[in-house]
T-cell receptor, first 110, second 115 residues
């Protein structure tokens, strides 16, 4: 059972525009959500997180929105830069462990 | 560099052999996690430690797998009698024990190829 889903395997965005990456989850017991970025041959790098009691968290160019009623969260990157090109994973926390989605590959082109 | 380190970065082994991986967490972090990632998937939880105590093991962790963290610092993950299905990236992560800090910080991973 896939409790965390990223339904878009890839996304292509022009430099300077907004990138929106989406994530859906099924388990209402998750208490914390995180986004990670991964380059090839490297481990995931933590980007931003949000508690289940919040609906928005912002850190520089990155903003995460949480819609608990829809069990949906999204990561907004504004403005997108070529260096943002990577695979982005959504993760949800329950009982001290993280459950990851399958990732979305973001490509930012000039 | 005070991040999470893993050794080796790559391991190629023949089916049936035993392999051992090492993870050194961020020094002040007392929680340490092991995950496995296969192609096209996100990382999947295997097990985690708080200090030297192993608190949870996933059903993915068959009895061929064993993990230790003997002094509450570095950890080892051993796979006995490797199978081709064990080929994956093995990721280690650490985090501080804190009621408000849930981020886990990952190492670069060990890529295992079983031939």
């Amino acid at each position: 059972d896939q409790q965390v889903k990223q339904n878009s395997p890839s996304l292509s965005v022009q430099e300077g525009r907004i990138s929106i990456l989406n994530c859906d989850y099924t388990n209402s017991m998750f208490d914390y959500f995180l986004w990670y970025k991964k380059y090839p041959a490297e481990g995931p790098t933590f980007l931003i997180s949000i508690s289940s009691i919040k609906d928005k968290n912002e850190d520089g160019r990155f903003t995460v929105f949480l819609n608990k009623s829809a069990k949906h969260l999204s990561l907004h990157i504004v403005p997108s830069q070529p260096g943002d090109s990577a695979v982005y994973f959504c993760a949800a926390r329950r009982s001290d462990k993280l459950i990851f989605g399958t990732g979305t590959r973001l490509q930012v082109f000039p | 560099d005070t991040g999470v380190s893993q050794d080796p970065r790559h391991k190629i082994t023949k089916r049936g052999q035993n392999v051992t991986f090492r993870c050194d967490p961020i020094s002040e972090h007392n929680r340490l996690y092991w995950y496995r990632q296969t192609l096209g998937q996100g990382p999947e939880f295997l097990t985690y430690f708080q200090n030297e105590a192993q608190l949870e093991k996933s059903r993915l962790l068959s009895d061929r797998f064993s993990a230790e963290r003997p002094k509450g610092s570095f950890s080892t993950l051993e796979i006995q009698r490797t199978e081709q299905g064990d080929s994956a990236m093995y990721l280690c992560a650490s985090s501080p024990q804190s009621g408000s800090s849930y981020e886990q910080y990952f190492g670069p991973g060990t890529r295992l190829t079983v031939t």
